[in-house]
């Protein structure tokens, strides 16, 4: 389909409908949104190993409408980012909507959300009355920390996490 | 490559353990490889960077039942890698090593198996494109995707559900086209050749006017949109299609489909939510983890959704504050957060109610027309006797009457449908721009000019009442499906409506409704919308069945005309295309002797159905009050022995031993000033003697039998480190209880700047579930030695602490038994994690 293809060779487009939950369509589209962030830098064609190196920095990132409004923004663009700063490859941008699509299942979702909720909800972070209520309901042999097993535990019972756990994009 | 090598070695271990390891289920090998995959590749998501991975080697000597076994491990892990929560690279490189593998071995096989495997590999492809093409047709989503941005993901649910109602519809138009509509337009005789198909010569020149159109009357009575127009035909065209069965047969099979789809679509909710019982266990955690919409991406939206949270959150506290102070209002706050799906059901019966009574009116105009049309029949027919002696005269004359006066009362009940669906719509566009686009219009342009704020006050912006507008749906598919029978060409017209309505809906929504104030949640009535629609497609199957079963239909007019009733069309179709003895076999299947026994079966099944399932729920509430224990009474219980050896020190471990499995007796120690009592949550102030009085008698204990643990029984203490025992529950989490450890006394010196560690002798580095972690800071005056109680397989660790702590320090010292021993003192390792 002339140019769009341009961008990924077929194995690659492959692999990619492989390890995430989008078809080809909307890897393409979501690589025209990355590119769109920053169409200075990232070149049109993907096929030589750029996706793992170039980043994008996170000022550019959390401009994007889909996240301009999410509080939780910085934290997530840290999690996904390999270096932990919050610039993205196009590997993690892809990985992080993957995550947030609707087919993903929940047990990726929990792991992703402990580790961007885990940070957010520490005692000196967050008001301390909220805190204690968290660790009343949810702490179960009472280490005053909330593991995984516990949180998994909380949220693979919340009949709303699968919906607001969900970004389109 | 080490791995493959490490592949064949695990299946040839694997071999050695389990000499049926191909017997093992499906779900067990999926088990089994990503087990492996989690040993190879480790839960961190970082690559490693030995290559040596890469390597590779030869797997010759194996088997080609090992390599046949590998290659399903490759592919099941090939199709569960993107459930990993790994980087991307990491996944491409497992992908890409998987894939090799297969590459190579694949070929070695036998040709048979060669040639399945090539055929898989082309299935698959066939898939994946099919998917990719299938994507390409999923309409608006753009405009979803707008408006969920702007409303957040509760409205744009009416519109996901519009746009699935949209697909049903789709289908049921696309299927009744192809077998119903279009053989008769194609093959079956044309418009003006039998009466059934003409407009009547009184009616000729009124056909035109607007009023008969407006009532589906003239030609567009007599087209493929009604019932009438259908040929009753046997056999239709050269070809001999046969019509009326086929008419019959898409009446029920809408019906099926439609079923199958909704509970299809209800199954996969429920399992999605995993069928938690509503109980509100963990609100104020579901607040705030799953609290933020992540759809949101307007300013005013997430301030609302912010302001939402925010109050919620407060109300929350606020009511666990009560709840310490006044368990009795708890309950009632309780209810009032419930959603209450009360005055859901209350528009819903009105609209059914609607629509019911339309139904009977129908059919008791049927009923009159009937009457009418025979009453005046036989009046013509008598005087048609008396004034024309001639016989084959008096048969025409008959057949004539016949054919112009006899009404079609299906395609009355047809065009009522239409009339009805037409006129919905045109309510819908007018209310909407009345209540909405005018009142907007007006609030906007008159807010300069007048009094008090339109805009923030009365009457303000309209909001998208998303539960009205979801019932609305309902009713409208409820329409369409108590029509669709009589009228064919009905779910064509919804799908033209449906797309109307999402055009109209969403400019309307976005022009002219602002955000809800109140943000609330739609996910619990996730099935509750769906199980309106199944009640509806029930009650709208009812009218068509009766009139199937036990209704004559016209004899004048459409696909049954001169049967009996409707059904007999099967019975037609079996005995003349079928071999006699199904006929038989058929006619006894009908009878009573074979009907009860199956209903009875049915009953009985679901009778053992319900059962399992309120068995399970039974099962279920246990494990949770089983966790409940834990938290609170477990504690307690472990407290309670440590506390209650102060005084006698011989048998810690067979009080600890009475009083495990023991939950509905008392403590040994109830407790006396001067010594703790029992403590809910295994905590004691450190250092009081006198505790509040409430702490001596905790009230209802659970057993685990059923009855209800009283949950605003049990006391929210505040946490206050505990100096004086040792959890042995550490890095069990989840586990049923097991029997209390032996306890044995150690005693030490308490040490300001240091902290104490229960840790477990036999392995130092077990690895722990998370980040659990048992420990208690010394006070600073302490420095008498005391004792402490601390259980079987663990030693008693104080780690002195950095200034920079968080938990890593550099030294250690451990205390064995009774003694302070030198020789074990002041070991320096780092910290270990328990």
Same mark, same amino acid.
């Given at each position: 389909?002339?140019?769009?293809?341009?961008?990924?060779?077929?194995?690659?487009?492959?692999?990619?409908?492989?390890?995430?939950?989008?078809?080809r369509?909307?890897?393409?589209?979501?690589?025209?949104?990355?590119?769109?962030l920053?169409?200075?830098?990232?070149?049109?064609?993907?096929?030589?190993?750029?996706?793992?190196?170039?980043?994008?920095?996170?000022?550019?990132?959390?401009?994007?409408?889909?996240?301009?409004?999410?509080?939780?923004?910085?934290?997530?663009?840290?999690?996904?980012?390999?270096?932990?700063?919050?610039?993205?490859?196009?590997?993690?941008?892809?990985?992080?909507?993957?995550?947030?699509? @609707?087919?993903?299942?929940?047990?990726?979702?929990?792991?992703?959300?402990?580790?961007?909720?885990?940070?957010?909800?520490?005692?000196i972070?967050?008001?301390?009355?909220?805190?204690?209520?968290?660790?009343?309901?949810?702490?179960?042999?009472?280490?005053?920390?909330?593991?995984?097993? @516990?949180?998994?535990?909380?949220?693979?019972?919340?009949?709303?996490?699968?919906?607001t756990?969900?970004?389109?994009? | 490559?080490?791995?493959?090598?490490?592949?064949?070695?695990?299946?040839?271990?694997?071999?050695?353990?389990?000499?049926?390891?191909?017997?093992?289920?499906?779900?067990?090998? =999926?088990?089994?490889?990503?087990?492996?995959?989690?040993?190879?590749?480790?839960?961190?998501?970082?690559? #490693?960077?030995?290559?040596?991975?890469?390597?590779?080697?030869?797997?010759?000597?194996?088997?080609?039942?090992?390599? &046949?076994?590998?290659?399903? #491990?490759?592919?099941?892990?090939?199709?569960?890698?993107?459930?990993?929560?790994? #980087?991307m690279?990491?996944?491409?490189?497992?992908? !890409?090593?998987?894939?090799?593998?297969?590459?190579?071995?694949?070929?070695? &096989?036998?040709?048979?198996?060669?040639?399945?495997?090539?055929t898989?590999?082309?299935?698959?492809?066939?898939?994946?494109?099919?998917?990719?093409?299938?994507?390409?047709?999923?309409?608006?989503?753009?405009?979803?995707?707008?408006?969920?941005?702007?409303?957040?993901?509760?409205?744009?649910?009416? /519109?996901?559900?519009l746009?699935?109602?949209?697909?049903?519809?789709?289908?049921?138009?696309?299927?009744?086209?192809?077998?119903?509509?279009?053989?008769?337009?194609?093959?079956? %005789?044309?418009?003006?050749?039998?009466?059934?198909?003409?407009?009547?010569?009184?009616?000729?020149?009124?056909?035109?006017?607007?009023?008969?159109?407006?009532?589906?009357?003239?030609?567009?009575?007599?087209?493929?949109?009604?019932?009438?127009?259908?040929?009753?035909?046997?056999?239709?065209?050269?070809?001999?299609?046969?019509?009326?069965?086929?008419?019959?047969?898409?009446?029920?099979?809408?019906?099926?489909?439609?079923?199958?789809?909704?509970?299809?679509?209800?199954?996969?909710?429920?399992?999605? $939510?995993?069928?938690?019982?509503?109980?509100?266990?963990?609100?104020?955690?579901?607040?705030?983890?799953c609290?933020?919409?992540?759809?949101?991406?307007?300013?005013?939206?997430?301030?609302?959704?912010?302001?939402?949270?925010? *109050?919620? &959150?407060?109300?929350?506290?606020v009511?666990?504050?009560?709840?310490?102070v006044?368990?009795?209002?708890?309950? &009632?706050?309780g209810?009032?957060?419930?959603?209450?799906? =009360?005055?859901?059901?209350?528009?819903?019966?009105?609209?059914?109610?609607?629509?019911?009574?339309?139904?009977?009116?129908?059919?008791?105009?049927?009923?009159?027309?009937?009457?009418?049309?025979?009453?005046?029949?036989?009046?013509?027919?008598?005087?048609?006797?008396? $004034?024309?002696?001639?016989?084959?005269?008096?048969?025409?004359?008959?057949?004539?009457?016949?054919?112009?006066?006899?009404q079609?009362?299906?395609?009355?009940?047809?065009?009522?449908?239409?009339?009805?669906?037409?006129?919905?719509?045109?309510?819908?566009?007018?209310?909407? %721009?009345?209540?909405?686009?005018?009142?907007?219009?007006?609030?906007?342009?008159?807010?300069?000019?007048?009094?008090?704020?339109?805009?923030?006050?009365?009457?303000?912006?309209?909001?998208?009442?998303?539960?009205?507008?979801?019932?609305?749906?309902?009713?409208?598919?409820?329409?369409?499906?108590?029509?669709?029978?009589?009228?064919?060409?009905?779910?064509?017209?919804?799908?033209?409506?449906?797309?109307?309505l999402?055009? /109209?809906?969403?400019?309307?929504?976005?022009?002219?409704?602002?955000?809800?104030?109140?943000?609330?949640?739609?996910?619990?009535?996730?099935?509750?919308?769906?199980?309106?629609?199944?009640?509806?497609?029930?009650?709208? +199957?009812?009218?068509?069945?009766?009139?199937?079963?036990?209704?004559?239909?016209?004899?004048n007019?459409?696909?049954? $005309?001169?049967?009996?009733?409707?059904?007999?069309?099967?019975?037609?179709?079996?005995?003349?295309?079928?071999?006699?003895?199904?006929?038989?076999?058929?006619?006894?299947?009908?009878?009573?002797g074979?009907?009860?026994?199956?209903?009875? %079966?049915?009953?009985?099944?679901?009778?053992?159905?319900?059962? +399992?399932?309120?068995?399970?729920?039974?099962?279920?509430?246990?494990? !949770?009050?089983?966790?409940?224990?834990?938290? *609170?009474?477990?504690?307690?219980?472990?407290?309670?022995?440590?506390?209650?050896?102060?005084?006698?020190?011989?048998?810690?471990?067979?009080?600890?031993?009475?009083?495990?499995?023991?939950?509905?007796?008392?403590?040994?120690?109830?407790?006396?000033?001067?010594?703790?009592?029992?403590?809910?949550?295994g905590?004691?102030?450190?250092?009081?003697?006198?505790?509040?009085?409430?702490f001596?008698?905790?009230?209802?204990?659970?057993?685990?039998?059923?009855?209800?643990?009283?949950?605003?029984?049990?006391?929210?203490?505040?946490?206050?480190p505990?100096?004086?025992?040792?959890?042995?529950?550490?890095? +069990?989490?989840?586990t049923?209880?097991?029997?209390?450890?032996?306890?044995?006394?150690?005693?030490?010196?308490?040490?300001?700047?240091? =902290?104490?560690?229960?840790?477990? *002798?036999?392995? !130092?580095?077990?690895?722990?579930?998370?980040?659990?972690r048992? $420990?208690?800071?010394?006070?600073?005056?302490?420095? =008498?030695?005391?004792?402490?109680?601390?259980?079987?397989?663990?030693?008693?660790?104080?780690?002195?602490?950095?200034? *920079?702590?968080?938990?890593?320090?550099?030294?250690?010292?451990?205390?064995?038994?009774?003694?302070?021993?030198?020789?074990?003192?002041?070991?320096?390792?780092?910290?270990?994690?328990?």
């Amino acid at each position: 389909m002339g140019n769009k293809q341009a961008a990924f060779t077929e194995s690659q487009l492959e692999q990619y409908q492989d390890c995430t939950f989008f078809t080809r369509k909307e890897i393409l589209r979501i690589f025209r949104r990355y590119r769109d962030l920053d169409s200075d830098h990232i070149p049109k064609s993907y096929t030589r190993g750029e996706a793992s190196r170039i980043k994008v920095p996170f000022e550019y990132i959390e401009k994007m409408p889909e996240l301009k409004e999410n509080p939780f923004r910085r934290r997530i663009c840290e999690v996904f980012s390999e270096d932990g700063s919050g610039n993205m490859t196009f590997d993690d941008f892809l990985d992080m909507f993957s995550v947030f699509s @609707e087919q993903a299942p929940q047990d990726i979702k929990a792991v992703y959300a402990f580790k961007i909720y885990g940070e957010t909800v520490h005692p000196i972070k967050v008001n301390c009355c909220v805190f204690h209520q968290i660790l009343e309901e949810a702490d179960l042999d009472d280490d005053s920390q909330l593991s995984y097993m @516990e949180f998994e535990h909380v949220i693979s019972r919340a009949p709303d996490f699968l919906n607001t756990f969900h970004i389109r994009i | 490559m080490p791995v493959l090598y490490g592949l064949g070695m695990n299946v040839r271990t694997l071999d050695h353990k389990y000499p049926g390891q191909e017997a093992m289920s499906a779900r067990a090998c =999926r088990r089994e490889n990503l087990e492996y995959l989690r040993r190879k590749f480790g839960n961190d998501d970082n690559v #490693r960077d030995d290559d040596d991975f890469l390597m590779p080697t030869d797997d010759e000597d194996a088997t080609e039942e090992q390599i &046949l076994i590998n290659i399903e #491990r490759q592919k099941e892990i090939i199709s569960s890698i993107r459930k990993q929560p790994w #980087r991307m690279k990491k996944k491409i490189r497992c992908l !890409r090593m998987a894939q090799d593998y297969l590459s190579r071995y694949e070929g070695k &096989l036998s040709k048979k198996r060669g040639y399945q495997e090539a055929t898989e590999r082309i299935w698959r492809k066939v898939k994946r494109e099919l998917a990719n093409f299938a994507s390409f047709f999923i309409p608006w989503e753009t405009r979803i995707k707008m408006i969920e941005s702007y409303f957040g993901s509760v409205v744009a649910s009416y /519109f996901i559900f519009l746009r699935w109602l949209f697909w049903i519809n789709i289908v049921l138009s696309i299927v009744t086209m192809s077998f119903v509509v279009l053989p008769e337009m194609i093959v079956g %005789l044309p418009y003006g050749s039998v009466p059934r198909k003409t407009v009547p010569e009184p009616e000729l020149d009124r056909a035109q006017h607007i009023a008969t159109v407006w009532d589906f009357g003239g030609y567009l009575k007599h087209s493929v949109l009604f019932y009438g127009y259908y040929s009753d035909r046997r056999y239709l065209g050269k070809g001999g299609y046969q019509l009326p069965l086929a008419y019959f047969m898409v009446g029920i099979g809408s019906f099926v489909y439609s079923f199958a789809v909704i509970l299809r679509k209800m199954a996969d909710n429920s399992r999605q $939510s995993k069928l938690s019982t509503g109980e509100d266990q963990f609100t104020f955690c579901w607040k705030v983890f799953c609290g933020w919409d992540s759809l949101i991406g307007q300013q005013e939206t997430a301030d609302n959704k912010f302001a939402a949270i925010t *109050t919620g &959150l407060r109300v929350s506290m606020v009511v666990s504050i009560i709840t310490m102070v006044f368990p009795v209002f708890f309950d &009632l706050i309780g209810q009032m957060e419930k959603y209450h799906p =009360r005055t859901m059901l209350r528009i819903m019966v009105l609209n059914l109610g609607n629509l019911y009574t339309l139904m009977i009116a129908l059919f008791k105009k049927v009923n009159n027309l009937q009457n009418v049309t025979v009453a005046e029949h036989i009046q013509d027919v008598i005087t048609d006797i008396l $004034s024309n002696k001639n016989q084959t005269d008096l048969v025409d004359v008959l057949t004539a009457r016949a054919g112009v006066k006899e009404q079609c009362w299906e395609t009355i009940v047809g065009q009522e449908m239409f009339k009805l669906s037409v006129f919905d719509m045109i309510a819908t566009v007018v209310t909407t %721009l009345i209540f909405d686009f005018l009142r907007g219009l007006f609030v906007r342009f008159a807010n300069y000019c007048w009094c008090w704020d339109l805009e923030g006050g009365i009457p303000g912006y309209g909001e998208f009442g998303v539960a009205e507008n979801v019932l609305h749906l309902i009713y409208n598919q409820g329409m369409i499906w108590m029509g669709a029978f009589f009228s064919p060409c009905l779910p064509l017209l919804n799908v033209l409506k449906l797309i109307a309505l999402m055009y /109209f809906r969403s400019w309307a929504v976005i022009m002219c409704n602002t955000p809800h104030q109140r943000v609330f949640r739609a996910s619990r009535s996730n099935n509750f919308y769906f199980v309106l629609l199944l009640i509806m497609l029930f009650l709208s +199957m009812l009218p068509t069945g009766y009139v199937m079963v036990s209704i004559e239909p016209s004899r004048n007019c459409g696909p049954f $005309s001169g049967r009996r009733r409707m059904f007999d069309i099967i019975s037609e179709t079996v005995k003349n295309s079928f071999p006699g003895w199904f006929t038989i076999v058929l006619s006894y299947m009908s009878t009573a002797g074979v009907i009860i026994p199956v209903i009875m %079966l049915l009953v009985m099944a679901i009778y053992y159905l319900q059962s +399992m399932v309120h068995a399970y729920k039974e099962a279920n509430n246990d494990l !949770r009050m089983q966790l409940e224990y834990e938290r *609170t009474e477990g504690k307690r219980k472990v407290f309670e022995m440590s506390a209650g050896n102060k005084n006698n020190q011989d048998s810690p471990a067979a009080r600890a031993v009475t009083n495990s499995g023991n939950p509905a007796g008392k403590p040994a120690n109830p407790g006396t000033p001067s010594h703790p009592g029992p403590i809910p949550n295994g905590r004691v102030p450190s250092g009081a003697s006198t505790l509040p009085p409430r702490f001596h008698n905790p009230g209802p204990r659970p057993n685990f039998t059923g009855i209800p643990f009283n949950r605003s029984m049990s006391s929210k203490v505040r946490y206050i480190p505990v100096r004086n025992y040792m959890n042995p529950y550490d890095g +069990m989490i989840l586990t049923p209880p097991i029997a209390p450890p032996r306890f044995r006394r150690v005693q030490y010196t308490p040490q300001p700047g240091t =902290r104490l560690m229960a840790v477990p *002798t036999a392995n !130092r580095a077990m690895p722990g579930v998370g980040s659990i972690r048992r $420990s208690s800071t010394c006070s600073r005056q302490g420095s =008498r030695p005391t004792s402490v109680l601390v259980p079987e397989g663990y030693e008693l660790v104080q780690v002195h602490v950095d200034a *920079t702590d968080d938990g890593q320090s550099s030294q250690e010292t451990s205390f064995v038994d009774d003694d302070f021993d030198d020789t074990r003192s002041n070991r320096s390792q780092s910290a270990s994690r328990l």
